[in-house]
């Protein structure tokens, strides 16, 4: 069985990445009417900016763990189709210098 990754701009502009194998629209619907205590329930309404269906949730499920830990500017490249400014963006983290941890 299959899965929607998708992601909510909430009323406060902040990014919400979940998963659902069931009815995205339901999903999405649950977000707005308050269904579960969580994040968006205070945060509504919320508008669905983007969303990939997989064939299997354990792929959905990884990408919603990579996705939770972007940055909103590598979440809004995605959102916006960008996928060279994606690219540059993780370039960017990637060459960022590592603080020291030299001991003593």
Known sequence: MGAYIYIVKCRDDKYYVGT??????????EHNDGTYD??????????????EYFDRITDA??????LKGWSRAKK???????FDKLRELSKNRQ???RPSTSSG
């Open 61 to 66: 499920i990884a990408v919603e763990r990579k």
């Open 20 to 29: 659902t194998r069931d009815s995205l629209e339901r999903r999405i619907a």
């Open 76 to 82: 809004e490249a995605l959102i916006a189709g960008s």
């Open 38 to 51: 969580g994040f968006t329930s205070h945060r509504r309404p919320v508008i669905l900016v983007y969303s």
């Open 95 to 97: 060459t960022k210098p």
